[in-house]
T-cell receptor, first 113, second 112 residues
Framework: DTGVSQNPRHKITKRGQNVTFRCDPI?????LYWYRQTLGQGPEFLTY????????KSRLLSDRFSAERPKGSFSTLEIQRTEQGDSAMYLC???????????FGPGTRLLVL | SQQGEEDPQALSIQEGENATMNCSYK?????LQWYRQNSGRGLVHLIL?????REKHSGRLRVTLDTSKKSSSLLITASRAADTASYFC????????????FGTGTRLQVFP
C-alpha cells in the first residue's frame, strides 16, 4: 500500500510562468485536500474534493489558482502567472471520508524567482 | 488564517525526558489531529482524538482534549533524538466542512 504521492517534489520557476502540480491519493480514498505552507507556519487550507466534486475553496485560492480531480482519483493544482508570494510548500492529503484522518504527501516545494 | 496556537513555540530537552506541547483553538471542533513534520518534509499523522473523547494513547504518545477550554495537549514520554521535529495540532471543524485548521506548531529539539 502506497501513501499519498506528489510530483514534482521541487519546482523552480520564473515569475509569470504557469506551474502544475499533481497529487495521487491513497487508493480508494474519496477525499482529497490541498494545503499551502510557508516557512515557519502551519499549513493553510486551499481546497478539497469528494470524488470529482470540489466541495470547498478557501479565499486564499485566487483566480490564478485552479484545482481539478477529473476522474475522482489524482488531482492537479495549477497556478497561473506565478508571483513571488506563491513560493511555498504545497501539500496534498487524502482521507476515507468526513472527519477522518488526513494523510499527507511529501509536498511540492515551489520557488518563484 | 490559522486559528490554533501552540505553546511553547520551541522546546529543547534531553533524551529520556518527557515533552509536553499544548494547543488552543477558537471554534467548535469535531476532532483534533496531531502531526509531526521533519524539516522541509511532509506531515506525518500521529493521533486523532474526537470531541467526545478526553484522552488517547498511542505508544509513547498521550493526547488529551478539553473541549470546554478549547485546548489539547500532546505528551511524548521518554523522548529520543529521532523525535526532533515540529509538531502541529489541527482542528477538524464541526460545521459543514472537512478542512483542518492548523496551529503554528511547536519546534521540539531532543538532545542525545
Amino acid at each position: 500500500d502506497t501513501g499519498v504521492s506528489q510530483n514534482p517534489r521541487h519546482k523552480i520557476t520564473k515569475r509569470g510562468q504557469n506551474v502544475t502540480f499533481r497529487c495521487d491519493p491513497i487508493s480508494e480514498h474519496n477525499r482529497l485536500y490541498w494545503y499551502r505552507q510557508t516557512l515557519g507556519q502551519g499549513p493553510e487550507f486551499l481546497t478539497y474534493f469528494q470524488n470529482e466534486a470540489q466541495l470547498e475553496k478557501s479565499r486564499l485560492l485566487s483566480d490564478r489558482f485552479s484545482a481539478e480531480r477529473p476522474k475522482g482519483s489524482f488531482s492537479t493544482l495549477e497556478i497561473q502567472r506565478t508571483e513571488q508570494g506563491d513560493s511555498a510548500m504545497y501539500l496534498c492529503a487524502s482521507s476515507s471520508g468526513d472527519y477522518e484522518t488526513q494523510y499527507f504527501g511529501p509536498g511540492t516545494r515551489l520557488l518563484v524567482l | 488564517s490559522q486559528q490554533g496556537e501552540e505553546d511553547p513555540q520551541a522546546l529543547s530537552i534531553q533524551e529520556g525526558e518527557n515533552a509536553t506541547m499544548n494547543c488552543s483553538y477558537k471554534t467548535s471542533i469535531n476532532n483534533l489531529q496531531w502531526y509531526r513534520q521533519n524539516s522541509g518534509r511532509g506531515l506525518v499523522h500521529l493521533i486523532l482524538i474526537r470531541s467526545n473523547e478526553r484522552e488517547k494513547h498511542s505508544g509513547r504518545l498521550r493526547v488529551t482534549l478539553d473541549t470546554s477550554k478549547k485546548s489539547s495537549s500532546l505528551l511524548i514520554t521518554a523522548s529520543r533524538a529521532a523525535d526532533t521535529a515540529s509538531y502541529f495540532c489541527a482542528g477538524g471543524l464541526s460545521y459543514n466542512t472537512d478542512k483542518l485548521i492548523f496551529g503554528t506548531g511547536t519546534r521540539l529539539q531532543v538532545f542525545p
